[in-house]
């Protein structure tokens, strides 16, 4: 794909400002990476290779007597009994890591939470939980909830605000009176209502969330769809017979998305933030979920235990650090008064 003229000065400004171009390698370097979180921390092998057969835990269920065990029950394969029985003939291929997130290591050197040894490289939580395993697990969803709000957010709000601007007079002004409305009510108090009847999950608050933040983009878009649907190439258009729906989405849209790109990093900061905000008061993920909020409130119940709380601090901070920076390089780059 061959970009414009004007894409490429775009991106050539864009990788002119290091620090935002190396925090978004950095950034996607660590979010791919943990997408890979079942195959680097879990208490499952990756395959193991017994009696001649190939075997997949994770994806599949295995019983203890499918290598050589006393009981229809699922394998424990931490179990030292299992291990043997399948070492006898055959091998098995770990993670880096031999936890997941909900795992609880039993065999711990101290009373939990424990402190960072060659097992558990950070330590564990109050309840005998890998701080490692569930940071890379954390880390994950609250990207994954923070892409999925900013998409679903930013595309209602493009929507919503390219209606009020486009059109204007009665539709835009209720739309400013709803926006007045919709935005005073205290979001809090709405999840603790909702909390109090329906269980969190990450679909429940993804939709409460979604209710509220799509306002982030709608005065920017509405701005520039005010300004532009007046421009002589639009009314030469206009009196052409050119569709309302083609002027806004092909002729009017890419000049706001100059504007509303900009918005993104900083909107999926917010979204992490709030996601982490809600977890740490507990109306967040349902207990037990790998939660960076959740181990936030961990480090604070556990002083003495300060590997917690260091922890979860450097990765939230580093985290919101290249977004912000990406941002930061993104409305420097797309910035039409700077030039090379």
């Not at 119940?301 to 930061?328: C, D, Q």
């Amino acid at each position: 794909m061959t970009l414009s003229p004007l894409n490429r000065e775009r991106w050539h400004r864009f990788r002119q400002n290091r620090r935002g171009y190396w925090s978004l390698w950095l950034f996607l370097g660590l979010f791919v990476f943990s997408l890979f979180s079942d195959f680097i921390a879990n208490e499952k092998p990756v395959l193991i290779h017994y009696d001649n057969g190939w075997y997949f835990p994770l994806w599949n269920d295995y019983t203890e007597l499918t290598f050589g065990g006393d009981f229809a029950v699922s394998a424990d394969y931490r179990d030292p009994y299992i291990a043997e029985q399948i070492e006898k003939d055959g091998w098995m291929l770990w993670p880096l890591v031999r936890f997941n997130y909900r795992t609880i290591n039993y065999d711990l050197p101290a009373p939990a939470p424990s402190a960072p040894t060659s097992e558990n490289w950070l330590g564990t939580d109050d309840q005998g939980r890998d701080v490692f395993a569930r940071l890379l697990y954390g880390f994950r969803i609250s990207v994954l909830f923070g892409l999925t709000l900013t998409v679903l957010t930013s595309i209602i709000g493009i929507a919503a605000g390219a209606v009020q601007g486009f059109y204007g007079g009665k539709i835009d002004l209720f739309g400013q009176r709803l926006l007045e409305v919709w935005s005073s009510v205290p979001t809090l108090f709405v999840l603790i209502i909702i909390a109090s009847f329906v269980p969190p999950s990450f679909w429940i608050l993804l939709g409460i969330l979604l209710l509220f933040g799509w306002m982030a983009l709608v005065s920017v878009v509405r701005a520039e769809f005010l300004r532009a649907r007046n421009f002589d190439y639009v009314q030469a258009a206009r009196a052409l017979g050119v569709s309302d729906r083609t002027l806004m989405f092909r002729h009017l849209l890419p000049n706001a998305m100059v504007a509303t790109v900009t918005f993104l990093p900083f909107i999926m900061v917010g979204s992490i933030t709030s996601l982490t905000a809600l977890d740490f008061l507990g109306f967040g993920l349902p207990p037990g979920s790998p939660s960076l909020g959740e181990m936030i409130s961990q480090g604070k119940n556990n002083l003495h235990a300060p590997w917690i709380g260091l922890s979860v601090f450097v990765v939230l901070s580093v985290l919101l650090t290249l977004l912000v920076f990406v941002g930061e390089a993104a409305r420097d780059a797309l910035d039409p008064n700077r030039t090379r």
